[in-house]
């Protein structure tokens, strides 16, 4: 591993932790994993009957580029999976081996810093208030043509960040070492300039 290093990023629903993570992963020519398709996509199976252990350990076909994965119906069910320990357990092994990777890393999910790269070297936790990232977020899908309301998406959301909260294993929140940024009132070029300034310093 020459110059690359894991960038770790947490934070509640449509907090714009993908965001960042794309562009920091662009910005230093990373790769970039969002942990929470891995979820979606377990839950877009069990939403067809499949057990969700057996979803989990079946995953490789998958199309994570598949816009239906996106729906607040199959964010609620990935949340639901996600506090299976058996569902976390089978995708532990992937997300660390994509961590680990020469040219270095972005992550971002729930349990990043936490749980899946307890090392490494820069963590962040992205955080804004509900009411904006519900707003947000029905912005985004409702410009990519996935019919829902505010109401909706902000309920769903809610409803996520209390159930990833409070489960037992690898629950919602900020490692004590992870940097915490409220982007409520921050330009998304600036939560990125502040992410990018961290890990220039990590990797000196
Ligand atoms: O990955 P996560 O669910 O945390 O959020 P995201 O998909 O990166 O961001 C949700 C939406 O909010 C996207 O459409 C972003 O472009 C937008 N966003 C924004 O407008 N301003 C920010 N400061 C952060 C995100
Ligand atoms: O994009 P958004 O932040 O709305 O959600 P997501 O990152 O796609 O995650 C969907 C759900 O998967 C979350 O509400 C969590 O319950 C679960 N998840 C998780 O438990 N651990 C992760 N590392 C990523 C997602």
Do not use: W
């Not at 490494?120 to 955080?127: E, M, R």
């Not at 490692?175 to 409520?184: G, L, P, W």
Request: hydrophobic share 45%; with cysteine.
């Amino acid at each position: 591993r020459t110059n690359g290093i894991t960038v770790a990023i947490d934070g509640p629903a449509a907090a714009g932790k993908g965001t960042v993570a794309k562009a920091v992963a662009a910005h230093f020519g990373f790769a970039h994993l969002d942990t929470g398709l891995l979820y979606r996509a377990v839950a877009a199976k069990t939403l067809t009957g499949m057990d969700p252990e057996e979803a989990a350990r079946t995953l490789a076909p998958v199309d994570l580029e598949d816009p239906s994965l996106r729906s607040p119906e199959v964010a609620q069910e990935a949340s639901k999976v996600a506090v299976i320990p058996a569902v976390r357990a089978a995708l532990v092994r992937f997300q660390r081996s994509f961590a680990t990777r020469a040219g270095g890393a972005v992550l971002d999910g729930r349990d990043i810093g936490t749980v899946i790269c307890p090392d490494a070297p820069v963590k962040l936790f992205i955080t804004a208030s509900p009411e904006v990232r519900a707003q947000r977020r029905f912005a985004e899908l409702s410009g990519k043509g996935i019919e829902t309301s505010y109401e909706d998406v902000l309920e769903d959301v809610r409803q996520r960040d209390l159930r990833d909260m409070s489960r037992d294993q690898a629950p919602l929140k900020p490692a004590e070492d992870a940097k915490q940024i409220d982007t409520t009132e921050m330009a998304i070029e600036d939560a990125v300039a502040a992410a990018v300034a961290l890990v220039e310093a990590k990797r000196g």
